[in-house]
């Protein structure tokens, strides 16, 4: 079992910057496969990134490709995602996600992922 918790949101001027991150508890945090998904009114949620266990491995959606980058460091039970150039189409809650079965490697499978946390609002205005 594992819990997340987001912070770092916040309401920002398009073409600025963010950095959220996802504190976990547990004490394998280092086996877990780390998401982060996103979730705009009226629209279902969708995958930003995904980081394998050992950092070694990163997946992006194209919306966010060269704009976003995940990170993990595992002595801190942590996964960022720093967020540069926003624009106002990026406004979502953002989630994070953990997956045991580090074997997959369909990082951008909703339903593959059995821990979330409660979400944290990013708002880009115009």
């Known amino acids: 079992q594992v819990q997340l918790v987001e912070s770092g949101g916040g309401l920002v001027q398009a073409g600025g910057s963010l950095r959220l991150s996802c504190a976990a508890s547990?004490?394998?945090?280092?086996?877990?496969?780390l998401g982060w998904f996103r979730q705009a009114p009226g629209k279902e949620r969708e995958f930003v990134a995904a980081?394998?266990?050992?950092?070694?491995?990163?997946s992006y959606a194209d919306s966010v490709k060269g704009r976003f980058t995940i990170s993990r460091n595992n002595a801190k039970n942590t996964v960022y995602l720093q967020m540069n150039s926003l624009k106002p189409e990026d406004t979502a809650v953002y989630y994070c996600?953990?997956?045991?079965?580090?074997?997959?490697?369909?990082?951008?499978?909703?339903?593959?992922?059995?821990?979330w946390g409660q979400g944290t609002q990013v708002t880009v205005s115009s």
């Open positions: 980081i394998s266990r050992s950092a070694a491995f990163a």
């Open positions: 996600a953990a997956d045991e079965d580090y074997s997959r490697s369909d990082y951008n499978t909703r339903g593959r992922y059995d821990y």
């Open positions: 547990g004490r394998t945090f280092s086996s877990y496969t």
